[in-house]
């Protein structure tokens, strides 16, 4: 595992102190974690949508088509 330094202002260190019984790495380690696994998921679901709006694009696209080619058979048969 890597360490890493972090810093907080004085006032903030004073309150930590007063909480000896919290574990603040243990702490800031589950909600580093929780906060990049979030990431992680939120970037997923970003590519899955990237890639759904391709076939939603086409999608429309052919329902454009059908409907085009639709309107021209009523059409010939006069019923437009």
């Not at 380690?29 to 759904?52: G, M, P, V």
């Not at 709006?53 to 006069?78: C, D, I, N, P, T």
Request: with cysteine; net charge positive; glycine share 4%.
């Amino acid at each position: 595992m890597v360490s890493i330094t972090l810093s907080v202002p004085l006032e903030v260190k004073e309150k930590m102190n007063q909480h000896s019984e919290i574990n603040w790495s243990g702490f800031i380690r589950k909600c580093i974690l929780e906060k990049t696994e979030e990431i992680t998921q939120k970037e997923q679901l970003l590519a899955l949508l990237e890639k759904e709006k391709e076939l939603s694009k086409w999608a429309l696209e052919l329902g454009k088509k059908a409907k085009q080619g639709r309107y021209e058979k009523l059409k010939r048969k006069g019923l437009v």
